[in-house]
């Protein structure tokens, strides 16, 4: 019989807490970092050109750690927004790295949704030269769990919240009452970025955002879209480039058009987070440096929050795990 587990959401919503995956996240760049996990660049399925606006990434690791083979099956479905669904949709699968058992099937969109919020908040840690004031360009659920868990770890005095969609800005400020800070609506995101110490763009979108004069020495820019939200004056002009995965980030989100064009390679980056976080690699040389931090997501993070989960729920809470056996 090979045991499967089956995690549904309702579990991994109880049982999974901002902090854990924080320090989840951060282990794994630091395993990352020690040359502990195998981890390909993610491959992308994208179904334009049969007539179906949605993309896939493929996202496969193994972690010493843990000891799983672990992979994240992650995309982005237009049609899912109309259902009332999130944009966003994924599902994380582990097993048994020496025999080939699959171990266990995640519902991933809050696992997914969390470690790109712990992401932003490890960067920022690493990497700010000061974290007093934060812009969030992108009030999603992944904008939302970017400031949620810079709040567990950082000192923040001012939130600016940007979107196109004021509806989106004003249930983001609703949900972060109480929070000891203060919440600014900022419908355009140039005057939402003056003077802001740490500027994060979470969107979907495919133009540039911001650019270089919106942008205060010593700011650090995290952009975490897939496509490119920043002008090519200010990806190209940042004083350093750091980034999650070097050999991702020319391939998918801000710089990847530039690699295109043969504008930037690997060699264009001055770190990833993980050398930066085990000593191999400087982060911030100076105060009023600027750094452009583009985050793509490493499939890695996910495999390891959910082997977290995994241990935790089958030793605390075995009644909430679902067993089937797939070969019957």
Known sequence: MSKVALINASAVQRHLFTEDVIRQVENTWRWYGEGTIEMPAKITLNMESQGIDSWMNSMPSYIKATDYVGIKWVGG???????????????????????????????????????????????????????????????????????????????????????????????????????????????????????????????????????????????????MGSFAEATDELLLGADRKITDSIAQAVHRGSYAHLAEKGLVDESSFDADISSVIVGKAKGRMSEDEIIVAPIIGMGATDAAVAAMLLEKLERDYPDEVFYFDING
């Not at 030269?129 to 949620?148: D, S």
């Not at 939130?159 to 929070?179: H, Q, T, V």
């Open 77 to 223: 479905f237009a049609e899912s927004r109309a259902a009332g669904k999130p944009y966003i949709r994924a599902s994380v699968f582990l097993a048994d790295s020496h025999m080939g058992d699959l171990r266990a099937v995640f519902a991933g969109d809050r696992i997914s949704d969390m470690r790109t919020g712990a992401q932003a908040a490890i960067m920022s840690k690493y990497l700010a030269a000061k974290t007093e004031i934060v812009t969030l360009i992108g009030a999603g659920v992944q904008g939302y769990w970017c400031l949620e868990c810079m709040s567990k770890i950082l000192d923040i005095k001012e939130a600016r919240i940007c979107d196109i969609n004021p509806a989106a800005r004003e249930r983001m400020i609703k949900r972060f009452e109480g929070y000891p800070f203060g919440l600014i609506d900022s419908p355009d995101n140039s005057s939402g970025c003056v003077g802001s110490d740490i500027i994060i763009t979470v969107t979907t979108a495919n133009v540039p955002l911001i650019g270089k004069k919106d942008v205060k020495p010593g700011a650090l820019v995290l952009t």
